[in-house]
């Protein structure tokens, strides 16, 4: 759905903190337990390895993103929204025990729920909450735990996805090269495919319910939403898409990475990729956000696209201008 700009919404990333597991699943690992070859999984998904927790939590690893984030680091956010679509617990949000572990304090905290479009969708309400005046500095967590809900017998959920966390400080712009200006953005839902990826607590086994996956019809989703989503937010800015100096896709596997990707002429180094990293649903976006941001890579005048879709069904994208 396209949405009216409003009043302008700008806003500056202050830190990033990053965090994963230390349990590591290689494509040698899954090629022996299944008894397939390393090549039939590189093709399938395009993922190298995955990182899984074992005793981390989603609320471990988040808190452990944000402590990273806020670390030597003068500004204190009034603000932690976390996203996650794997909490640790139920009736309740993560984002006040995420805060107390980082020693934030009883800051406002809350969680948003939109899957592995989550990220994004956050990353932009911690932006508007601070262009509107009502939070100052404000800390944004995307925090998941999915292979917690994956059936071990299962080969083509547990060949996609990780578990990790990161988070980004975000402040009022100053007008530096650390700014960044909506400049448009989509977001959208259709609740019909909410069974293409779910975990229903009807069908709780082993203390927790387990992901069913329609991957064919998921893959479609994902390829349609992102072609159609990085085609509408150029035309919204009146730009042509090779005027976007990096594309930050979700990291669902190469393949869907990829076939977005294909219909666009814009050069392959512009789309970043964590295929090292494996799925980390509603951290993914953000992953690749605090690396450009930690690794300097933005520079004033850069248009920057960042686009996710994920379980619901959830899409998002925005396209960003870098500060001068």
């Given at each position: 759905m396209k949405h009216a700009m409003g009043p302008e919404?700008?806003?500056?990333?202050?830190?990033?903190?990053?965090?994963?597991?230390?349990?590591?699943?290689?494509?040698?690992d899954l090629a022996a337990e299944y008894d397939v070859t390393e090549e039939w999984i590189e093709r399938r998904c395009g993922i190298e390895r995955r990182f899984v927790a074992r005793d981390e939590t989603a609320t471990s690893l988040g808190a452990?993103?944000?402590?990273?984030?806020?670390?030597?680091?003068?500004?204190?956010?009034?603000?932690l929204l976390c996203a996650t679509f794997s909490p640790d617990t139920l009736l309740t949000p993560i984002a006040p025990a995420i805060a107390h572990r980082a020693g934030l304090g009883q800051i406002?905290?809350?969680?948003?729920?939109?899957?592995?479009?989550?990220?994004?969708?956050?990353?932009?309400?911690?932006?508007?909450?601070?262009?509107?005046?009502?939070?100052?500095?404000?800390?944004?967590?995307?925090?998941d735990t999915t292979t917690k809900h994956l059936a071990q017998n299962d080969l083509k959920t547990?060949?996609?996805?990780?578990?990790?966390?990161?988070?980004?400080?975000?402040?009022?712009?100053t007008g530096d090269s650390a700014t960044l200006r909506v400049?448009?953005?989509?977001?959208?839902?259709?609740?019909?495919?909410?069974?293409?990826?779910?975990?229903?607590w009807c069908q709780q086994r082993e203390g927790r319910p387990h992901v069913n996956m329609n991957g064919p019809a998921l893959f479609r989703f994902a390829v349609e939403a992102g072609v159609r989503t990085l085609t509408e937010l150029c035309s919204d800015a009146n730009i042509a898409p090779s005027c976007l100096k990096r594309i930050l896709i979700h990291q669902a596997n190469a393949r869907i990475t990829r076939a977005i990707r294909d219909p666009f002429a814009i050069p392959r180094e512009r789309w970043p990729e964590t295929l090292g990293l494996g799925n980390l649903a509603a951290a993914s976006l953000l992953f690749l956000l605090a690396d450009e941001f930690t690794g300097r890579?933005?520079?004033?005048?850069?248009?920057?696209?960042?686009?996710?879709?994920?379980?619901?069904?959830?899409?998002?994208?925005l396209i960003l201008e870098v500060g001068c």
């Amino acid at each position: 759905m396209k949405h009216a700009m409003g009043p302008e919404i700008v806003g500056r990333i202050i830190a990033a903190g990053l965090a994963l597991p230390s349990h590591i699943v290689m494509n040698r690992d899954l090629a022996a337990e299944y008894d397939v070859t390393e090549e039939w999984i590189e093709r399938r998904c395009g993922i190298e390895r995955r990182f899984v927790a074992r005793d981390e939590t989603a609320t471990s690893l988040g808190a452990e993103a944000a402590r990273t984030a806020v670390a030597n680091c003068e500004v204190r956010p009034d603000l932690l929204l976390c996203a996650t679509f794997s909490p640790d617990t139920l009736l309740t949000p993560i984002a006040p025990a995420i805060a107390h572990r980082a020693g934030l304090g009883q800051i406002a905290a809350f969680d948003l729920n939109a899957a592995c479009a989550g990220g994004l969708t956050a990353f932009l309400s911690c932006l508007v909450y601070i262009a509107s005046g009502l939070f100052r500095n404000v800390l944004v967590v995307a925090t998941d735990t999915t292979t917690k809900h994956l059936a071990q017998n299962d080969l083509k959920t547990r060949m996609l996805f990780s578990d990790g966390a990161a988070a980004l400080l975000l402040g009022p712009s100053t007008g530096d090269s650390a700014t960044l200006r909506v400049i448009s953005h989509r977001f959208g839902s259709d609740g019909a495919g909410i069974g293409l990826f779910s975990a229903e607590w009807c069908q709780q086994r082993e203390g927790r319910p387990h992901v069913n996956m329609n991957g064919p019809a998921l893959f479609r989703f994902a390829v349609e939403a992102g072609v159609r989503t990085l085609t509408e937010l150029c035309s919204d800015a009146n730009i042509a898409p090779s005027c976007l100096k990096r594309i930050l896709i979700h990291q669902a596997n190469a393949r869907i990475t990829r076939a977005i990707r294909d219909p666009f002429a814009i050069p392959r180094e512009r789309w970043p990729e964590t295929l090292g990293l494996g799925n980390l649903a509603a951290a993914s976006l953000l992953f690749l956000l605090a690396d450009e941001f930690t690794g300097r890579r933005l520079a004033g005048g850069d248009l920057l696209a960042l686009i996710t879709f994920g379980a619901g069904l959830t899409w998002a994208g925005l396209i960003l201008e870098v500060g001068c």
